[in-house]
């Protein structure tokens, strides 16, 4: 019987798994301080455990997360079939001085070691501190377009 939908032991699926350590970034959703929802583009790295973000401290989210912490996030392909990877969670933001080392990891990972470190050491120079966003998951979802689709579809294809 397949993984049911909002379980998290689906980030043990290959698909999750290929998603969570891809250059796609993750696009993170969140309640701006004037309630009205946003969607912003952001490199991720994945820990097993957490998904960790990383911003300046004075990212207008970082304030809005203070005030709601419940977050949503999307991994998803360009190409048919369309892989998608939804996650939902709360984030828990830490200041941490320097570069976070997730952030290194993540820089790295998207642009290759030279260039990856290259950009960190501009990053040393522009933000003394950063904050860490982790989200611990409670909610994961996959959808494929092979063994699953979204709720609507498979409905439709069951009755």
Not at 7 to 27: F, G, H, M, W, Y
Not at 48 to 67: F, H, Q, R, S, W
């Amino acid at each position: 019987m397949a993984t049911k939908q909002g379980d998290v032991t689906l980030l043990n699926d290959p698909i999750a798994k290929e998603l969570l350590q891809s250059t796609i970034p993750a696009r993170f959703a969140y309640n701006g301080l004037d309630g009205a929802p946003r969607v912003v583009p952001i490199w991720f790295h994945w820990t097993g455990k957490e998904i960790v973000l990383c911003t300046p401290l004075t990212a207008p989210k970082v304030k809005a997360l203070l005030k709601n912490s419940i977050v949503a996030l999307t991994i998803d392909t360009n190409t048919w079939p369309h892989r998608v990877l939804q996650i939902r969670g709360v984030a828990q933001i830490d200041t941490v001085e320097g570069v976070v080392p997730e952030y290194a990891m993540a820089a790295e990972r998207y642009f290759g070691r030279d260039q990856g470190q290259a950009w960190i050491q501009q990053a040393k120079q522009l933000f003394p501190q950063m904050a860490r966003i982790a989200i611990r998951p409670v909610w994961v979802g996959i959808i494929d377009f092979e063994k699953r689709f979204p709720s609507a579809i498979e409905s439709a294809m069951s009755s």
